[in-house]
């Protein structure tokens, strides 16, 4: 068995993985035992990886019972909405302006906008069956703008308010991209955002990132009161890390 101090990292990429892409669904429950089992690890470095969770809000500790995947509910997707609201658009309109005065801090925001076209003409001539196993591709787009964006914000407590949000937003974004539709919507309102910043337009990029926001947060609403999240949920794991 792999000692704990290189099991632990590895056991905690795994669970946050799980429950990020929701394989581990909201209120399922996680035993040490079961989990070292699952993946050939001891107590401590799974004990390890929990805890490291819960500090990111993805686990939560019910009294007398054992750690569960947090639950998402209305009300706390509209609080981080809220909180990211505050947040985000000032970021954008911030690398926005910076970008204007320094021509390499639109590097990747161009080449992300080259990658986004990219991805839209090839999924649009995908049929249904193809477009659901790509949503993928546009995930890790969506990923790297947010962490262009962070990148280039000269504000560093905003930005590692808005770094630590990710745990939080990234397994919601599988449920805001519940069909074509909204994923189409969404490359749009990417595409806006990344216009708005290589053109060093502020006002259009603090906008088109608050409408994103928005716009996401509706489809989230709609997705979490069409899904049922099962509490206790059995865990699913591969063996192999």
């Keep these: ?102 021509e390499r801090v639109l590097v990747p925001f161009r080449e992300l906008l080259a990658r986004l076209e990219e991805f839209e003409e090839s999924f649009r001539l995908r049929d249904a069956a193809a477009q659901a196993r790509s949503y993928h591709d546009f995930y890790e ?8 964006v962070v990148a280039a914000c000269r504000n560093p407590y905003l930005a590692r308010t808005i770094r630590d949000l990710r745990s939080q937003t990234v397994r919601l974004r599988h449920l805001s991209h519940s069909g074509p539709r909204r994923m189409l919507t969404s490359l749009e309102e990417h595409r806006a955002m990344l216009k708005a910043i290589t053109n060093g337009d502020v006002e259009a990029a603090e906008a088109a990132c608050r409408h994103h926001l928005a716009q996401t947060l509706q489809a989230l609403i709609e997705s979490l009161t069409s899904q049922d999240f099962v509490i206790g949920a059995e865990v699913h794991l591969d063996t192999a890390l």
């Design 1 to 102: 068995m792999v000692r704990a101090t290189g099991k632990s990292e590895a056991v905690y990429e795994r669970l946050k993985g799980d429950i990020e892409s929701l394989r581990l669904r909201p209120g399922a429950k996680l035993s040490e035992v079961q989990l070292g089992e699952r993946l050939d690890a001891s107590r401590t470095p799974v004990r390890e990886a929990i805890r490291r969770l819960a500090r990111e809000g993805l686990v939560d500790f019910v009294p007398g019972e054992v750690a569960r995947v947090a639950a998402i509910s209305l009300g706390g997707v509209r609080a981080l909405f809220e909180f990211r609201m505050m947040l985000e658009p000032r970021a954008a309109a911030m690398v926005t302006a910076v970008g204007a005065a320094d």
């Design 141 to 148: 787009v969506s990923e790297d703008f947010d962490q262009a």
